[in-house]
């Protein structure tokens, strides 16, 4: 092989590297790779993570109008509780610490 032929296939291979960086690029500035799109309000926030001991931990998630409780470990997540938060006892008179 010479050394132009070496130079051609180094040089397709930046060029096609470089494309797909400008495509990756586009991609994420559309939100093509979102799943389900776009959506214009967020649904799903944490309210409150309690660290239990090293491995497990206590999750508050809020979707639209309810609350989940789950434990989170290295073996799975587990579902404790799901409610409806009352936004009387959720006011910082009323809340109490679990330690």
């Known amino acids: 092989?010479?050394?132009?032929?070496?130079?051609?296939?180094?040089?397709?291979?930046?060029?096609?590297?470089?494309?797909m960086g400008l495509l990756a690029l586009l991609a994420?500035?559309?939100n093509l790779g979102q799943i389900g799109g776009q959506s214009r309000t967020k649904r799903l926030k944490i309210v409150e993570?309690?660290?239990l001991d090293a491995k497990?931990?206590?999750?508050?998630?809020?979707?639209?109008?309810k609350q989940h409780l789950v434990i989170l470990s290295h073996n799975g997540d587990?579902?404790?509780?799901?409610?409806?938060?009352?936004?009387?006892?959720?006011?910082?008179?009323?809340?109490?610490?679990?330690?």
């Open 56 to 65: 497990h931990r206590a999750v508050i998630l809020q979707r639209d109008d």
């Open 28 to 30: 994420k500035k559309l």
């Open 78 to 99: 587990t579902v404790i509780e799901t409610f409806k938060p009352d936004h009387e006892t959720l006011s910082e008179d009323n809340v109490k610490p679990i330690l």
């Open 1 to 19: 092989m010479n050394t132009e032929h070496i130079l051609n296939t180094f040089l397709a291979l930046i060029f096609v590297l470089a494309l």
């Open 49 to 51: 993570v309690l660290m």
